[in-house]
């Protein structure tokens, strides 16, 4: 049966998300209700494959998706995000059971990578992983950022090899598990659902088939698999945000009038040019996310550079765009009732998540340089 995901989206927005988004932002609380609902319409399967239960969408599709989430709430949109580039790598080296629980909606997932020692640069992770000679393998760690911290099911942890040469080995870590603790309540500027705690595991022990890929390949893994997903992915919800701004402002200056001189705001010259200045650059950002998933979809030869540079293109572009709205729509986006300032806030977070804004610079260097990434 064709699976006509933009309806269901549309409608766990309008009944489970929207109405909340205030509220989440407000309180902090992870949003379970909108999640749940993602889960039972079939979402957050979107990208598993058909022959477990999934729906077998493409990245294009998962980009609506969370283009579409992060226009009506930030926390569920990253939530999202972050369980389908979670997602990618556990469709391709992960087990049967965990495969169909995400296909069903049951299982979300998440990304571990970055660590406290070394920070944003998920690409040298300090943390162990050593066997114990039983079958199975015991980790150690101090993950500074876990967006969903104990509220997935699972998380995808980054480790030193425990044999191998090699920078990096992955995982698949059931939450539940003995020895790992959520450290604190998230207290974050914006994206204030997200439960983005740092995480601790002390001797956690895990069966050696937990591995994700071989002992040593997490990098090149992580690079192939995750990083397409997560860049696109987070390039879309910048773009979601930025549609929403524009959109909340392009409303406040038809509807808001300067009575004194009988126009509305829209009718002021200085109001209209510097609205579609921030139009333009939305949708700059637009037709930048339409070329990287074009050139994806079809093997161009300049991919992999669309996808180094389009999450700091859309990143960048959701703070210059939030703070232009904020400003053109002036004190009555200080304040909470037009949706600016929350979206202003969530916008600024993209641009700070790993690979941030100043690494992606130096891939792109790097890349058209004749340089290796790393
Ligand atoms: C809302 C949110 C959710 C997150 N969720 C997750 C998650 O689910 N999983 C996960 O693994 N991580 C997650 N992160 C963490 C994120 O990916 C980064 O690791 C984290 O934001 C880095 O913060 P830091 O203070 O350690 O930055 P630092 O590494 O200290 O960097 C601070 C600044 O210095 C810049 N900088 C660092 N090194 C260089 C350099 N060599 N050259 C130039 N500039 C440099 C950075 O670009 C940055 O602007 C999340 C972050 C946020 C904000």
């Known amino acids: 049966m064709l699976f006509d995901y933009p309806a269901a989206l549309a409608s766990v ?13 407000c309180s902090g609380a992870f949003p379970r209700v909108g999640i749940n609902a993602l889960g039972e319409a079939g979402l957050l399967g979107l990208i598993s494959s058909t022959d477990i239960g999934g729906a077998g969408k493409s990245l294009a599709d998962a980009a609506y998706v969370i283009e579409k ?4 709430c930030g926390s569920n949109a990253m939530i999202t995000l972050m369980h389908y580039s979670a997602t ?10 965990t495969r169909r629980a995400i296909g069903s909606g049951r299982h979300l997932s998440t990304l571990a990578f970055s660590e406290a020692g070394s920070r944003s640069h998920f690409w040298a ?5 050593r066997s114990d000679g039983s079958g199975t393998v015991v980790l150690d760690a101090q993950k500074s950022w876990v967006t969903s911290a104990g509220e997935a099911d699972s998380y995808v942890w980054s480790s030193r090899p425990f044999q191998a040469d090699g920078p990096m080995t992955l995982w698949l870590v059931p939450s539940n ?13 914006g994206l204030r659902g997200n439960a983005s705690n740092p995480v601790s595991a002390e001797s956690v022990t895990v069966a050696s088939s937990a591995i994700l890929g071989d002992d040593g390949a997490g990098l090149d893994i ?13 390039a879309a919800f910048s773009l979601g945000l930025m549609q929403a701004l524009i959109d909340e402002a392009g409303a406040h200056l038809k509807r808001t009038k300067l009575t004194h001189l009988g126009q509305t705001l829209a009718e002021q010259e200085h109001h209209r040019t510097r609205f579609a200045q921030l139009l333009t650059r939305t949708d700059e ?5 339409q070329d990287t998933l074009s050139a994806l979809a079809a093997g161009r030869a300049d991919a992999t550079l669309r996808v180094l540079q389009v999450k700091a293109v859309a990143a960048e572009g959701a703070s210059e765009v ?3 709205v904020m400003r053109l729509c002036g004190g009555s986006a200080f304040r909470k009732e037009l949706g600016v300032e929350r979206r202003f806030r969530d916008a600024l977070a993209a641009r700070v998540m790993a690979p941030t804004t100043e690494a992606l610079r130096d891939f792109v260097g790097r890349a058209t340089l004749g340089l290796p990434l790393f």
């Open 13 to 25: 927005i309008d009944e489970a998300i929207a109405p909340q988004a205030r509220e989440t932002d």
């Open 69 to 72: 989430l992060a226009a009506a």
């Open 88 to 97: 990618a790598i556990i469709e391709a080296h992960g087990d049967q059971e």
């Open 125 to 129: 992770p300090e943390s162990s992983a």
């Open 177 to 189: 598990t003995h020895g790992l603790h959520v450290r604190g309540k998230f207290d974050g500027l």
């Open 222 to 234: 992580a690079l192939q698999t995750v990083l397409p997903h997560f860049l696109v992915l987070n």
């Open 285 to 289: 950002v637009r037709a930048f996310l």
């Open 322 to 324: 939030a703070d232009g």
